[in-house]
């Protein structure tokens, strides 16, 4: 079936530091990707999408590349602010009922 | 601005009690969702709403009653709960159900069940 694999956390970096949360996935066929965010005490918000194989998402000076050959579609930002601290979530839609499927999510930790 | 509003922020209830979560979208979108967040655990889709007509329902307890009585408004209506349903209710819509169509979400309900 379809799934969803994050890395674990939390991830805990200094600002300025590179980060990356991987995200691996099982899927037939061709999914959507996505990442979207949870700042402490909202709901998620969309933060990069990528629709086909080697489409590159990118917002807020985040990207992540939809590699099929791998299943992955990992987030990577050069710089991290302390503002970036927040619990991320990979998913993918898939299927004919279009279900988003979503990974535990991945809490990223900046300190100044 | 999310543009998805949800009340209430918290909620303390009872087993016994029945109350009712409510969810409004501003965006004239026409597929409604809500969503169970448990720490540590993926979001669990529960009811899926297009075009007001439920379409999935994620084998949840009938203690969850979802309402949508038009494109704009979601309710889940609780009742006899147990504490393990304890958690944040995420309500989200979409313009459509699409496989490319963006989420988006309100803040949660926060509901401890005591």
């Known amino acids: 079936g379809n799934s969803v694999t994050q890395m674990e956390g939390p991830v805990t970096l200094s600002e300025e530091a590179f980060l990356t949360i991987n995200c691996t996935y099982t899927?037939?066929?061709?999914?959507?990707l996505f990442w979207y965010v949870q700042y402490p005490g909202e709901g998620l918000q969309l933060l990069l999408k990528?629709?086909?194989a080697d489409d590159k998402g990118s917002n807020k000076g985040f990207e992540a590349t939809y590699r099929k050959e791998t299943t992955s579609f990992h987030l990577e930002k050069g710089s991290v602010q302390v503002s970036d601290s927040a619990v991320y979530f990979c998913?993918?839609?898939?299927?004919?009922?279009?279900?988003?499927?979503w990974g535990a999510g991945t809490k990223l930790i900046i300190k100044p | 601005e999310t543009g998805v509003t949800q009340t209430p922020r918290h909620l303390v209830m009872g087993m016994t009690n029945k109350k009712s979560l409510k969810c409004e979208q501003h965006?004239?979108?026409?597929?409604m969702y809500w969503y169970k967040q448990s720490a540590k655990k993926p979001l669990e889709l529960m009811f899926v709403?297009?075009?007001?007509?439920?379409?999935e329902n994620n084998s949840v307890p009938s203690r969850f009653s979802p309402e949508c009585p038009n494109s704009s408004h979601l309710f889940l209506h609780l009742h006899t709960l147990q504490p393990e349903d304890s958690a944040l209710y995420l309500c989200?819509?979409?313009?459509?159900?699409?496989?490319?169509?963006?989420?988006?979400f309100g803040p949660g309900t926060r509901l401890t069940v005591l």
């Open positions: 709403y297009n075009f007001k007509e439920q379409t």
């Open positions: 998913a993918l839609s898939r299927g004919s009922n279009y279900q988003l499927i």
């Open positions: 989200a819509s979409s313009q459509d159900k699409r496989i490319t169509d963006t989420q988006y």
């Open positions: 965006l004239g979108h026409n597929a």
């Open positions: 990528a629709t086909k």
């Open positions: 899927a037939t066929g061709y999914p959507s």
